[in-house]
């Protein structure tokens, strides 16, 4: 038996797949030729574009911009507040996060949400760990279970806790961003109903 949870105000666009298991909320708009696996959860606010693979067991916290032409694999978990430009991997079982700050129970700890960025065509290796309000270049590579703290500027590959970077990037691994590509963006009226914190 196939028991999924989906919202009455989904919306999907041709050739939508889902496996098994899995939650849909409220809000949450795909685009063509999207697969979802099983026992992922879409949180209200999720936006995907045209032709994902998201895999078995990820997820999003909300708000959040999948590109075109995205593979996200197992296991991992798209926070609230991150962008993912098109033609990027995100490999199995990352974690990203949108708080600057943790407030829980601290009434006066400052409450701040920022937006990570995941470059056009970038490789996020599997197990690797985002701090909130990172940027990461365009086809710049992370390797395996790195942690990234700090913006990554350059399209090169790094590694490591701290990450450091090693190399250049390959010419076979370098995909070309159009000259008229525009940056996916979250408008005002999203920011203000999911991102109440977030000081642009």
Do not use: W
Not at 100 to 106: D, F, G, L, P, V
Not at 108 to 135: E, F, H
């Amino acid at each position: 038996m196939v028991l999924n949870v989906i919202n009455k105000s989904f919306k999907h666009g041709r050739n939508f797949k889902i496996g098994a298991f899995s939650v849909i909320e409220s809000d949450v708009v795909v685009g063509d030729d999207v697969n979802i696996g099983h026992h992922c959860i879409l949180k209200s606010g999720t936006r995907f574009g045209n032709n994902i693979d998201f895999a078995d067991y990820c997820k999003t916290t909300g708000i959040c911009y999948v590109g075109n032409d995205v593979n996200i694999r197992t296991g991992s978990c798209i926070s609230k507040s991150v962008i993912i430009e098109d033609k990027a991997f995100i490999g199995a079982g990352i974690m990203s996060s949108h708080t600057k700050n943790i407030y829980h129970q601290r009434p006066d700890v400052p409450k701040r949400q920022l937006i990570t960025r995941i470059g056009y065509g970038a490789i996020i290796g599997s197990s690797v760990n985002l701090s909130a309000g990172v940027r990461i270049a365009d086809n710049a590579i992370i390797g395996y279970d790195s942690l990234v703290m700090k913006d990554v500027l350059e399209s090169a590959i790094y590694v490591g806790r701290p990450l450091r970077r090693i190399a250049d990037i390959p010419l076979e691994y370098y995909i070309e961003k159009p000259t008229d590509y525009k940056e996916h963006k979250f408008d005002a009226i999203m920011i203000d109903k999911y991102l109440p914190y977030y000081r642009g």
